[in-house]
C-alpha cells in the first residue's frame, strides 16, 4: 500500500521561503502526476501545482512566479519550493500522487496526511 509522507512545514514570516518535500513508501512506486493541494481553515482545498512524470507542471494562476514544483523520478519524491510567502499561504498542504501503481493495485488518486504552513505578518 503506497503512502506519501510530507515534511519541511514550518512557521514563517511574510516575504520568506520555505520548501515542502514528499516521499513515498513501499518497494514499488509509478504515477503519472504528484502535485501538492492545500487547505485553508474555513476554506476548500485547493490545487496549488501538479507535476507528471515527463515534467510537465501546472500551477494555479495566483501562484505562478512564486512557488515552483519538482519531481526525482528516480527517488519518487516531489518538492515544493516556496517563495515569497504571504499571510493568505497559511494552510495544510497536502502531497498527492495520480494514477498509482504499486506493483499490484492501482489507486486513482493518492493523498498523504498534510503538513501545516503558517505566515507570519
Known amino acids: 500500500q503506497v503512502q506519501l509522507v510530507e515534511s519541511g512545514g514550518g512557521l514563517v514570516q511574510a516575504g520568506g521561503f520555505l520548501t515542502l518535500s514528499c516521499a513515498t513508501s513501499?518497494?514499488?512506486?509509478?504515477?503519472?502526476?504528484m502535485g501538492w493541494y492545500r487547505q485553508a481553515p474555513g476554506k476548500q482545498r485547493e490545487m496549488v501545482a501538479t507535476i507528471t512524470r515527463g515534467g510537465s507542471r501546472n500551477y494555479a494562476d495566483s501562484l505562478k512566479g512564486r512557488f515552483t514544483i519538482s519531481r526525482d523520478n528516480a527517488k519518487n519524491t516531489v518538492s515544493l519550493q516556496m517563495n515569497s510567502l504571504k499571510p493568505e499561504d497559511t494552510a495544510v498542504y497536502y502531497c498527492?500522487?495520480?494514477?498509482?501503481?504499486?506493483?499490484?493495485?492501482?489507486?486513482?488518486?493518492?493523498w498523504g496526511q498534510g503538513t501545516q504552513v503558517t505566515v507570519s505578518s
Open positions: 498527492t500522487a495520480d494514477r498509482v501503481f504499486d506493483g499490484r493495485n492501482w489507486s486513482q488518486k493518492v
Open positions: 513501499g518497494r514499488k512506486f509509478s504515477a503519472d502526476a
